[in-house]
């Protein structure tokens, strides 16, 4: 398959191309990040969560934001107006509440435990992991990149792959949370 193979999928199925590379990506990361930690063996469950997360909430909604959403908002125009307009609302609105909360909610779930315990521990991450501050260090340069060089019909697919090292470090910061938690049981 060549490059303008994968461009014209991206094109003529953006959703299913998006759910389908970032719940591959998630797959993959969180299993590095397990890896990483020396994990006697790899967790399902928690991988589980990591696709449906990443599939679903990630990939289908960015096809949707970056697709609908944000030319309703903003327009089609490239200015640096437009893109600042795109990075601040993706970073201080959509972040904190639309795209983090949701993996927190799916691993609840996954897990079998409240979601409220699940986004407590969204909270926890944001205040004594530094989550936003690591997630807004990664995503404001990536996606001024994206959204002001990157053809539109590859932005998932550009996000997906700084996304991967973007989730490597979220299952580690939120495993984290998890470890700490039960030590202190």
């Not at 990591?50 to 679903?56: F, K, R, T």
């Not at 691993?107 to 690591?134: F, M, Q, S, T, W």
């Not at 404001?140 to 792959?161: C, D, N, T, W, Y």
Request: include cysteine; charged fraction near 20%.
């Amino acid at each position: 398959m060549t490059l303008a193979d994968m461009s014209d999928l991206y094109a003529t199925f953006p959703l299913q191309s998006a759910i389908v590379t970032c719940g591959v990506k998630a797959s993959v990361a969180d299993g590095i990040a397990q890896v990483r930690s020396e994990a006697d063996k790899l967790e399902l469950r928690r991988n589980l969560a990591y696709i449906l997360y990443g599939g679903i909430f990630v990939g289908g909604m960015c096809h949707l934001e970056y697709d609908y959403v944000f030319p309703y908002l903003f327009g089609d125009d490239h200015s640096v107006k437009t893109i600042f307009e795109e990075v601040c609302f993706d970073n201080f609105i959509s972040a904190p509440l639309c795209w983090l909360p949701p993996a927190y909610l799916v691993k609840a779930a996954v897990y079998d435990y409240p979601l409220r315990e699940g986004l407590e521990k969204y909270v926890h991450d944001i205040k004594h992991n530094g989550l936003l501050h690591k997630y807004l260090s990664i995503w404001i340069p990536a996606q001024s990149v994206s959204f002001s060089v990157i053809p539109e019909h590859l932005r998932v697919l550009f996000m997906a792959s700084v996304s991967f090292f973007w989730f490597i470090l979220f299952s580690t910061v939120a495993s984290a949370s998890d470890a700490s938690e039960s030590e202190g049981n």
